[in-house]
């Protein structure tokens, strides 16, 4: 058997003494009168919320940054060993922007993808906090997990879709086109820039914070063409 891979998700954890320092930077953050919203480049619908943008070179960030730069670099070289696809060249992996999400009962994304000043880009998500009432939902794919009877399974999670879906597709032995992740206090995941994804609005009280990141994935030879010309 050949499994032809679609995409790939990294998915890891987040120490929680990141999580807290992420926390407290951006609780400070919130508060300030000079704080620079990220919604003129962002889809989100957060109007109840906030969408800030995140200073990457704040020593507060330093280890969160190096630790998705590591992990970015990780991603690229899976990449090029499990689809047998070896990169031209050396690459050199940076933040190209960084930001936070504060949503709120009712905010949401609709489906939209990222986009980087390279054409290898790579973006994550994490949260550093979740709204108890997502936490205690069913996990998708779990035998409590259904989406009939307005159960609710959905809201607040993060949907993940990469080709067109019917209902019909397990017994066609066709593979699913998407997924749904639920947010996790400390969760954190990376993929690849093009694959289009979405959230879900919830009910109730509670903040459901995000921190997200586009990161460009440079060749170094043509860095160094620029350079020289």
Same mark, same amino acid.
């Given at each position: 058997m050949h499994t032809v891979p679609s995409v790939f998700l990294l998915e890891t954890w987040m120490p929680e003494d990141m999580v807290q320092g992420l926390n407290a930077y951006l609780d400070e953050l919130m508060e300030k009168d000079d704080r620079v919203s990220h919604a003129g480049t962002l889809v989100g619908q957060i109007g109840h919320g906030q969408q800030l943008t995140m200073d990457h070179k704040d020593s507060r960030l330093a280890a969160f940054c190096e #630790?998705?730069?590591?992990?970015? &670099?990780?991603?690229?070289k899976h990449f090029s060993q499990i689809t047998d696809n070896p990169l031209s060249g050396e690459r050199q992996i940076e933040i190209d922007e960084l930001w936070s999400v504060h949503s709120y009962e009712r905010d949401y994304n609709p489906i939209h993808d990222h986009g980087t =000043?390279?054409? #290898? *880009?790579?973006? $994550?998500?994490?949260?550093? =906090?979740?709204?108890?009432?997502?936490? +205690?939902?069913?996990? &998708? *794919?779990?035998? !409590? /997990?259904?989406?009939? @009877? &307005?159960? *609710? @399974? &959905?809201?607040? $999670?993060?949907?993940? @879709? /990469? *080709?067109? @879906?019917?209902?019909? +597709?397990? !017994?066609?032995l066709r593979p699913p086109q998407s997924f749904v992740i639920k947010p996790e206090v400390g969760k954190f995941l990376m993929f690849p820039s093009w694959l289009q994804h979405s959230v879900y609005p919830f009910e109730g009280d509670g903040e459901r914070r995000t921190v997200a990141a586009n990161l460009n994935v440079w060749n170094v030879q043509d860095i160094d063409k620029k350079v020289v010309n």
């Open positions: #630790m998705t730069g590591v992990l970015a &670099a990780d991603y690229v =000043k390279t054409l #290898m *880009g790579v973006s $994550c998500t994490a949260w550093t =906090k979740v709204p108890q009432q997502i936490l +205690d939902q069913p996990t &998708a *794919g779990s035998p !409590e /997990y259904s989406l009939y @009877n &307005a159960s *609710g @399974n &959905a809201d607040g $999670c993060l949907a993940f @879709n /990469y *080709g067109i @879906n019917s209902v019909i +597709d397990v !017994e066609r």
